[in-house]
């Protein structure tokens, strides 16, 4: 049945198959046509149909893999590339999006042969020789480049910012779509293999583990490799001067982290740097075996840059954290704490943030208990009691696209795992702060599903605690 229809199309569309694949060239600057749409193959959809976000990722097919070959040039912010994606049609596609913004598509192949492609927006559009069926794993490649710049502007500096002969990637809630096409949304998790191509004596770093570094021609290759399922969020790429450290944990996993020349040598980025597998540790004696391959940190010396952000197993830090003379180890036991709850366990939508940064919040009262003697309770109370409408009329469990990256999705988020772990108990508590990243390890989540979770290690109902902390538009009463 499905080879008869496909055979049908393959007619209606004048396909070429069984010839030799034409050779890629220029894509046509109008939309395409879609020769194979007609039947069950249908384009695949513009969004992955997140409710804040309608126009993050797209549908109608799964990532699996993707394969970045980038040459690129930090004096003028020049990027050649090459992008192969491996992927699965989850329906029967006629053609299908990946997200782009900005740059020049030069050509498109699907399975090797040329596809025809068009730009709307920051959508870029394909339309393979043939439909492809759902089930079907294909490659697309893309050859792209130009001058790649931020996104988002709206949500802070995200995207890929270049200045003064460095850049850096990266972004919250998306930026990858700012150097590489992607279906750029946390639902679709696949891996990374970075190939970059840079002058001789620039460093250029990504996620991962470092599988190779070689120099031709006055130019020198960094190829990275993230072996693990992650979101197109926490891609990143540093290019500039660095001081790059590199070496092995006492677990066998390479340590890489880089710091921004033109910051103190010695100073405290570099020691906040150098605690990064000591903060890991004492995560995963809470939280249960470290997730990645591979442990680090990037220290970025753009102002733009005012926050950090846990791009998988290399968090990338904005300058501000270490001005002080302080070692500023609560963002780096942040970000850590990320790798857990954000990297491996992702959101299934981005309402669901609390899951992220609820977590990560409370990974930092936890690392303060252990660090200086802080307890935890009190830092619950101390939040509680200092905490106003920002936060009481804020519901962090939906809220809201303006308020996604609020004071309330970050501490009420934390206050609500305290409350649970009062209910709970200690025991089952943090019986569940390693059951829940294990059982969804290199997944996605949803905080229903969290809620179901904590209700079985309850053995209860908690509706009314998650309904108070996470939905209510009030100030919920401390437990009894
Ligand atoms: N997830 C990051 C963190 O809390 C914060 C990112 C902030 N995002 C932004 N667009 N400013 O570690
Ligand atoms: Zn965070």
Excluded at 177 to 200: G, I, L, M, Q
Excluded at 219 to 240: D, F, I, K, N
Excluded at 361 to 374: D, Q, V
Aim: glycine letters at 10%; aromatic letters at 10%; hydrophobic letters at 40%.
């Amino acid at each position: 049945m499905r080879r008869a229809l496909l055979a049908v199309v393959l007619v209606v569309a004048g396909c070429t198959s069984g010839g030799p694949a034409p050779a890629p060239s220029p894509s046509t600057p109008s939309a395409p046509p879609s020769p194979a749409a007609s039947g069950r193959f249908q384009p695949g959809a513009a969004g992955a149909g997140d409710p804040y976000y309608p126009t993050y990722g797209n549908g109608g097919y799964d990532v699996a893999s993707y394969q970045l070959r980038l040459r690129y040039d930090p004096a003028g912010n020049r990027l050649t590339a090459t992008a192969t994606i491996v992927a699965t049609a989850t329906a029967d596609l006629s053609r299908f999006n990946l997200d782009l913004a900005g740059l020049t598509v030069q050509s498109v192949t699907v399975d090797g042969t040329r596809a025809a492609s068009a730009r709307d927006g920051n959508e870029l559009m394909i339309t393979p020789a043939r439909g492809l069926a759902k089930g079907t794993r294909f490659t697309v490649q893309v050859a792209y480049g130009g001058r790649p710049g931020p996104v988002n502007p709206r949500l802070g500096a995200g995207g890929f910012l270049h200045d003064d002969g460095e850049a850096v990637a990266l972004g919250q809630p998306e930026s990858a779509s700012s150097w590489f096409p992607v279906n750029d949304h946390p639902s679709d998790k696949a891996t990374y293999t970075v190939e970059v191509t840079v002058p001789e004596g620039v460093s250029a770093i990504s996620n991962g583990v470092l599988a190779g570094r070689s120099t031709a021609d006055g130019w020198t290759t960094w190829r990275w490799e993230e072996r693990a399922p992650m979101a197109s969020y926490l891609a990143t790429l540093a290019v500039g001067e660095y001081r790059v450290i590199t070496g092995e944990h006492n677990d066998g996993k390479p340590v890489v982290t880089a710091v921004d020349s033109s910051l103190p040598a010695g100073g405290p980025a570099d020691r906040a740097m150098a605690r990064t597998t000591e903060i890991a540790d004492f995560l995963a004696t809470q939280f249960g075996p470290y997730p990645f391959d591979a442990y680090g940190g990037i220290v970025v010396d753009d102002t733009r840059v005012n926050y950090a952000l846990e791009t998988q197993s290399r968090p990338v830090y904005g300058p501000s954290f270490f001005l002080g003379p302080g070692d500023a180890t609560w963002v780096v036991a942040h970000e850590l704490a990320h790798q857990w709850f954000g990297d491996s366990v992702s959101v299934q939508r981005w309402q669901d943030l609390w899951l992220n940064e609820g977590f990560a919040s409370y990974a930092e009262w936890l690392w303060a208990e252990h660090e200086s003697g802080y307890p935890v309770e009190q830092a619950f109370l101390d939040e509680y009691e200092r905490s106003g409408d920002e936060v009481w009329q804020v519901p962090p469990g939906d809220p809201g696209v303006e308020n996604l990256f609020s004071r309330s999705v970050y501490k009420r988020g934390a206050m609500t795992l305290h409350v649970l772990r009062k209910t709970l108990g200690d025991d089952a508590f943090f019986r569940m702060l390693k059951e829940w990243p294990a059982q969804k390890r290199n997944g996605n989540a949803t905080t229903a599903e969290f809620i179901a979770f904590a209700e079985q290690i309850a053995g209860t109902s908690l509706r009314s605690l998650f309904d108070a902390w996470l939905y209510q538009k009030s100030k919920p009463p401390l437990p009894q």
